[in-house]
């Protein structure tokens, strides 16, 4: 699968390179320069998550400790039904920060470095920004309190969940992003060493995107120790 994603990309940059020559010479050079500011605070952002990746997995990890310690079977004999997957994505938001909390000062310099950067290409200036936003809305997020909403909904007789988890899933959920993003369309504006940069990290958010994926396991411990259905 990287192997193809490598070779789409690398077709994607020579269907690219005519239409760039079209652009003025001004634009083309504010296009690259732009180019590796963005890939520079792509990759110190991706790099960052890769070095805080075993603080990450504790952290997702210390929400299962947290349920098996503070409230286990707290949903013992809730349905599965629409109400169950609210508090189930709640559990998923609850890992996503905790993992996320080693890399907030990366976050932070990534969002304060990308933002006001422009292409003449409407689709990567929103790319670039609809991504920020989403980053900042999901990391403005305060972690929920997961023991407390599914008790109150077991004190309701599993009939009413609390406001606290639906407007934690509210902003949670359409904003859930990865960290690390390198827009499609921004291979057309790459120099020489940007490519390498966008190579690099390419390469880091593909394993980042693997070990998000060995979480569903931690997941799966969590929703048991609650005894909670998705």
Not at 121 to 131: M, P
Not at 183 to 192: A, D, I, K, M, V
Request: charged content about 15%.
């Amino acid at each position: 699968m990287i192997y193809a994603h490598a070779m789409l990309r690398r077709l994607a940059i020579l269907g690219a390179a005519a239409a760039a020559l079209a652009l003025p010479a001004a634009a083309q050079a504010g296009d690259a320069s732009t180019t590796t500011a963005y890939l520079r605070a792509d990759y110190a952002l991706v790099r960052a998550g890769w070095a805080n990746i075993h603080s990450s997995v504790s952290g997702y990890r210390g929400v299962l400790a947290g349920v098996r310690r503070s409230c286990p079977l707290a949903a013992h004999g809730s349905p599965q039904d629409p109400e169950s997957t609210e508090l189930s994505n709640e559990v998923i938001g609850a890992m996503v920060l905790a993992a996320g909390r080693p890399d907030l000062a990366a976050i932070r310099s990534y969002l304060g470095a990308v933002s006001g950067l422009r292409w003449s290409s409407a689709s990567v200036t929103r790319a670039v920004s609809g991504y920020a936003a989403k980053l900042r809305r999901l990391y403005g997020l305060k972690a929920p309190d997961l023991c407390g909403d599914v008790s109150r909904w077991a004190g309701s007789g599993f009939h009413a969940l609390p406001a606290s988890t639906l407007s934690f899933d509210r902003v949670f959920y359409p904003n859930w992003v990865a960290l690390g993003l390198v827009p499609g369309g921004l291979g057309r504006f790459e120099s020489g060493a940007a490519r390498t940069l966008a190579h690099n990290a390419e390469g880091l958010e593909y394993k980042l995107t693997n070990v998000e994926a060995e979480a569903v396991e931690t997941w799966g411990d969590i929703m048991n120790a609650l005894e909670l259905n998705p």
